[in-house]
């Protein structure tokens, strides 16, 4: 299955792949419509430690903490591994982010939970891939 | 209108050759006929013919035929050969007066002989030393025009259809081994004899039919080794090309001609590794000599003959060969002319020589 | 000093739709000039216009595409010999006290003849070649070629060459030295080098340890700092290049700033950490034409005649008889440069006022050479603003072996021309040592990009050869039939050895 995954090497630290998630998965056609005067919930987020950035987004975990907590039934994996959320079931209770290794579940305004489902809604590439100018974001099969 | 030679000329054109492989002599009478069903392949503003073997009785002196525009230009031409050679027979080159060929210039031969002490100054062997004479004259002597040069081998060239011209020059009174001939179809010049085929410097003669588009690039090289080209048609380089290579290189008719149509390198990647080494030696050392776009040529010299195509072959030649004969032409009905049975006949691939020498040479 | 009054202006102008910006801050995020800042309490975006150099990496990062940078319209009262930049120079001179100093090539509107060539197709006489179905072949052997063929007792030809650089398209990447460009620049130049089959060029920074791997495709260069030279560096390449002259700033040597000598660049060069990396003006060992001689088999000599020898020179004035020199000087090929060519950093002054366009350069060398019977002796490699594969057919049709090409390279690599390379500080990651900006050239991407720009070249190359009836790049070399000028006069068609278009 193929996963983001992220070289720190050539990560700039530029937030760019946040924009372009946010904007992905706004649903909306135009990227100032969808993103002028928000705050932005990205389901990948950039890590600043100095001179190092790293961006993060969920890693599909084979076995997920995050599904093992689920108290809804709204995390779930499909027939891909992705991991994926069904807002309807969310009740928005946060165990998944508790048990989120990585930090990778995030929360908007609606208060249930959003996390990264490799844009398969969206499309199919992951828009933070598409949109990293440097390649530090890319899409590949997992190294066994 | 510029003079021919003042601009680049590309020419289509029809191209023939006869050799006997025995040395048998023959008269030019059916080469001349072959060139009638290729009528159509020249315009009329050039025809010529050379042949081998012509002169047994002066085979040891260097042929000269000149055009000269007049007589005061003949008279110092002469004074300057005086001076480097013994002229064995100075004459008119006899023609045949007929309506198709007018405004004819005066047309002589000489037969001459370097003199030794001329040649021991210059140091230099005779060929390299009449080579140079040739030159002189052909770039340095306005009005006159060294069109032949070898020993025992003479070209014959006028502006007319080539079956008009060789009857002209009576050439079937001549007998040689090896007949090439050639009907020109320029494409910018109101024709002049002197840019008519065949061309040659000593005893290599070039006809030729096509346009390479090489033709600056290989000009540019070969001059830097003394050549002049004056005419700007690509038969001329090729003259100073088959000089150079064959003459003063040393190289083999089969190696020159793996050096103008040079393989296509995926070709060599192919060869064995001696091989290989060979044709790219070739490739890299005369890269400038290698000839681009449509070609098909015959270049004679003495003992025998070469045909060659462009590699790509973008212009038709046809082989034949009957008994001890061997034939070329652009088209297979100007070999039929010649010789309505063939042995055997085919069109010989690009880059890929037909190569004719005669038997125990001559 | 305190200067109260600042009478230079910023150059840009910084626009920014509002309407567009959704405060990423990106801009500011990549913008090392400190151009761009978001200001929280008004929740807007600032720019100081003064730091801004137009390099572009804002706009191109720009997600909503809300930027544009403009030229400052503020005008200076028109003069036409007092041109603004002419009076804005004389503000920053008499401000600093300083050299102007300036990067790439030579801006000025000189003429640019390539532009003024135009290339010949077959038509009727002769037939154009379709390079999608024949062969269409772009190898060339850059080196001596000898004069005189030797055979042994049977006849068999000696093969043997005397060394030859090989390229499979007649276009090489030209000097530019670890410390003037970066790591990963480097790594991307190398790496296309070996992918497309042609070579790199060092500069005169030595040879990071990294890349002695792709030796065969690299040129390793000896210039008068001889910064990191030593005999595995010598033998490491597939020719060495004597610079003995650059076209940005003819006649004057290099200053590499110690800011840009970290440890990695102290090591490749050899020198320490943080010192001053000085290339003096002439090779001190090279006061004529016998010393270049002696370098030339100095170098033959300590890589046991193996390696061919370059020598490169600016396009000065003289540059026929300097050329007709070094081809007797027993160097393989001769590189020129001409006044248009690219650097990391000049005076202003000099890249702007000195040496000659590379077209009638090469056109004089290549017939001086020709007419001294020695053009076998060496190859012609030309560069100094070689932008397109048109340029490149005309160069060899002028009689060039190959090219150097520099900036279209780094073109392709991302920079955007700004001509601000000496300030250590390219938001592209090119012409930096600046770790933090070196990793926004990711040498995969530029790999790519090196060898997507050379194969459309080629296919480029390949189309124009055939319609001029050529399959052989060779048979265009020096072939100067192919080539008419428009709007030239009589001497600019004679030293170019070309007629007019129309003759």
């Known amino acids: 299955m193929k996963r983001v995954y992220v070289n720190e090497e050539w990560c700039l630290g530029c937030h760019l792949c946040e924009y372009n998630c946010a904007y992905s998965n706004s649903g909306i056609k135009d990227m100032v419509k969808a993103l002028k005067g928000k705050t932005i919930t990205p389901r990948i987020h950039v890590e600043d430690g100095g001179k190092i950035h790293y961006a993060v987004s969920c890693r599909h975990c084979e076995d997920p903490l995050c599904i093992k907590g689920c108290i809804s039934g709204a995390l779930t994996k499909d027939e891909n591994g992705v991991v994926t959320i069904d807002h309807d079931k969310c009740v928005g209770c946060l165990t998944c982010m508790l048990l989120c290794p990585y930090g990778c579940i995030t929360t908007d305004e609606n208060e249930t939970v959003l996390k990264c489902e490799l844009c398969i809604k969206n499309g199919g590439i992951p828009a933070c891939v598409q949109g990293c100018p440097n390649r530090a974001i890319i899409f590949e099969e997992a190294e066994e | 209108m510029k003079r021919e030679g003042e601009f680049r000329n590309p020419s289509g054109c029809a191209i023939a050759a006869v050799i ?343 | 000093m305190i200067m109260p009054i600042n009478y230079i202006l910023p150059e840009f102008e910084v626009e920014r739709s509002d309407y567009r910006c959704i405060r990423c801050r990106v801009c500011e995020r990549q913008c090392a000039n400190g151009v761009h800042r978001y200001d929280a309490d008004g929740d807007i975006m600032l720019s100081d216009e003064f730091q801004c150099v137009d390099c572009q990496r804002c706009v191109c990062l720009c997600p909503t595409h809300a930027l544009k940078i403009r030229k400052n319209e503020n005008e200076l009262r028109e003069n036409a010999n007092w041109k603004q930049n002419t009076i804005l120079e004389i503000y920053k001179q008499a401000n600093t006290g300083g050299v102007l100093l300036s990067s790439m090539g030579n801006p000025e509107p000189f003429p640019v003849y390539w532009d003024k060539i135009l290339i010949n197709a077959s038509q009727v006489t002769n037939p154009s070649i379709d390079p999608l179905r024949e062969p269409m072949e772009t190898r060339v052997f850059l080196g001596k070629k000898p004069h005189d063929i030797e055979r042994d007792v049977n006849g068999n030809i000696n093969t043997e060459l005397p060394p030859q650089v090989e390229l499979q398209i007649p276009v090489m990447f030209s000097a530019m030295s670890y410390g003037s460009i970066s790591y990963n620049a480097h790594q991307s130049l190398a790496t296309a080098a070996e992918a497309l089959g042609i070579c790199y060029n060092t500069g005169e920074g030595g040879l990071h340890e990294d890349f002695y791997q792709y030796g065969k495709n690299t040129i390793v260069q000896v210039a008068s700092g001889r910064f990191g030279v030593y005999k595995d560096y010598l033998e490491a390449g597939a020719a060495i290049e004597i610079k003995m002259g650059q076209g940005a700033k003819p006649g004057i040597g290099g200053h590499l700033p110690g800011t840009k000598v970290g440890a990695d660049v102290s090591k490749t060069r050899m020198i320490p950490e943080g010192s001053d990396a000085i290339s003096p003006a002439p090779h001190h060992d090279i006061y004529s034409i016998e010393d270049l001689r002696q370098l030339v088999f100095s170098l033959k000599e300590a890589t046991d005649y193996k390696k061919p020898v370059i020598v490169k020179v600016a396009a000065v004035h003289n540059i026929a008889a300097i050329a007709s020199g070094i081809a007797r000087s027993g160097a393989d090929i001769i590189a020129i440069d001409g006044f248009r060519g690219g650097t990391g950093a000049a005076p202003t002054r000099i890249r702007d006022n000195v040496g000659i366009p590379i077209e009638l350069a090469l056109a004089a060398v290549d017939k001086r050479l020709r007419d001294e019977g020695i053009r076998q002796n060496v190859s012609l490699v030309v560069g100094g603003s070689v932008r397109s594969a048109s340029d490149v057919i005309k160069a060899i049709a002028l009689g060039a072996d190959a090219c150097y090409i520099a900036t279209s390279a780094l073109l392709a690599l991302g920079c955007h021309l700004c001509r601000t390379c000496q300030s250590g500080k390219c938001n592209w990651g090119i012409a930096t040592q600046d770790p933090e900006l070196v990793k926004r050239l990711n040498p995969e991407t530029g790999k790519e990009r090196l060898v997507n720009l050379l194969t459309a070249w080629k296919h480029e190359i390949k189309e124009m050869m055939g319609l001029m009836g050529i399959n052989s790049i060779e048979a265009l070399r020096g072939n100067r039939l192919m080539l008419r000028g428009v709007g030239l006069n009589e001497k600019e068609l004679e030293i170019l050895g070309i007629s007019h278009a129309g003759e």
């Open chain 2, 20 to 362: 006997s492989k025995e040395g048998r002599r023959f008269s030019a009478e059916k080469i001349i006929e072959s060139m009638i069903p290729m009528h159509d392949r020249s315009n009329g503003l050039g025809g010529g013919f050379a042949g081998y073997g012509i002169y047994p009785k002066y085979k040891d002196f260097f042929a000269f035929h000149l055009f000269f525009d007049d007589r005061h230009i003949k008279k110092d031409v002469e004074e300057y050969l005086k001076e480097r050679y013994e002229i064995v027979l100075s004459e008119e080159i006899p023609t045949r007066k007929i309506p198709e060929i007018t405004d004819e210039p005066i047309i002589w031969r000489y037969f001459l002989n370097p003199l030794k002490s001329v040649l021991r100054s210059a140091q230099l062997d005779e060929k390299e030393f009449t080579a140079r004479v040739v030159m002189h004259i052909n770039t340095k002597m306005n009005g006159a025009y060294v069109f032949s040069s070898g020993k025992n081998m003479g070209a014959f060239k006028a502006v007319g259809f080539p079956e008009d011209v060789g009857r002209f020059y009576m050439l079937d009174e001549y007998a040689g081994y090896s007949w090439t001939s050639h009907g020109r179809y320029p494409t910018n010049t109101p024709g002049w004899w002197g840019g008519s085929h065949p061309f040659g410097l000593l005893d290599y003669s070039v006809v030729h039919n096509g346009e390479i588009s090489s033709y600056d690039a290989n000009r540019r090289f070969i001059e830097m080794f003394g050549y002049k080209c004056t005419l700007q048609t690509d038969t001329e380089v090729m003259a100073y090309i088959a000089d150079f290579l064959l003459r003063r290189k040393g190289l083999t008719p089969k190696e020159m001609a793996e050096v103008i149509a040079a393989p296509f390198w995926s070709t060599i990647e192919k060869k064995d590794e001696a091989e290989k080494a060979r044709l790219t030696y070739f490739r890299t050392i005369y890269s400038s000599l290698l000839m681009t776009g449509p070609f098909s040529i015959v270049v004679g010299y003495t003992g025998g003959l070469m045909a060659l195509n462009d590699r790509l072959k973008l212009r038709s030649m046809v082989a034949a060969e009957k008994d001890d004969m061997v034939y070329i032409a652009s088209e297979e009905t100007a070999i039929r002319v010649m010789t309505p049975e063939v042995d055997k006949i085919w069109s010989p691939a690009g880059g890929e020589p037909v190569i004719v020498n005669v038997k125990d040479g001559v």
